[in-house]
Antibody, heavy 117, light 107 residues
């Protein structure tokens, strides 16, 4: 059974750093692009970043460029989101998602990041 | 960035009703239009991709249509399990963007 399980969400002060992890299982991980999508409290969905199957290509939302880094470990079946210089507006549930055919085919349950002093 | 606009923002309907949600893109997105359903406190679930292809396991009462910049999601006979918020999303170009959502509630 396909599973995506995020972890690492926490309450963090503005300017701080956090690394989110997403453990993938039930499918051949290195065959798929992976992405991160976030949802601020009471708001809609916002794509954040994605990474190619072999990690060679990465794309970012403009507002996180230079602060967030997406990476993956195809041996351990993990995808990560390193978040630096966090701002209040980064507060959200962060979902890990497996890409399908130009879509987000499968989603994890999400992990909450709260940026507040 | 391509802006996605859904209408209505919310609707109330009864079991058995036919429901249609509209999504408009700020520029042509070819066939790269997807629909998701999110229930409260849960992750979104892919319903339809590339305008009209049903994701595996999605009931046939759901259908998608449209082209270019204007798209629709139709539920032919609304069921109790269909409540939640529906989002359209384009994957024509980065950044992939979502509509603001349409909340479907029951009368």
């Amino acid at each position: 059974e396909l599973q995506l399980v995020e972890s690492g969400g926490d309450l963090i002060q503005p300017g701080g750093s956090l690394r989110l992890s997403c453990a993938a299982s039930g499918f051949f991980f290195s065959d798929y692009w992976m992405g991160w999508v976030r949802q601020a409290p009471g708001k809609g969905l916002e794509w954040v970043a994605n990474i190619k199957k072999d990690g060679s290509t990465r794309y970012y939302l403009d507002s996180v460029k230079g602060r967030f880094t997406v990476s993956r470990d195809n041996d351990k079946n993990f995808v990560y989101l390193q978040m630096n210089s966090l701002r209040a507006e980064d507060t959200a549930v962060y979902y890990c998602a497996r890409h399908g055919n130009y879509n987000f085919e499968s989603w994890g349950q999400g992990t909450l990041v709260t940026v507040s002093s | 960035d391509i802006q996605m606009t859904q209408s209505p923002s919310s609707l109330s309907a009864s079991v058995g009703d036919r429901v249609t949600i509209t999504c408009r893109a700020s520029q042509s997105i070819s066939r790269y239009l997807n629909w998701y359903l999110q229930k409260p406190g849960k992750a979104p679930k892919l319903l339809i991709y590339t305008i009209s292809t049903l994701q595996s396991g999605v009931p046939s009462r759901f259908s998608g249509g449209g082209s270019g910049t204007d798209f629709t999601l139709t539920i032919s006979s609304l069921q109790p399990e269909d409540f939640g918020t529906y989002y359209c999303q384009q994957s024509q170009s980065n950044p992939w963007t979502f509509g603001q959502g349409t909340k479907v509630e029951f009368k």
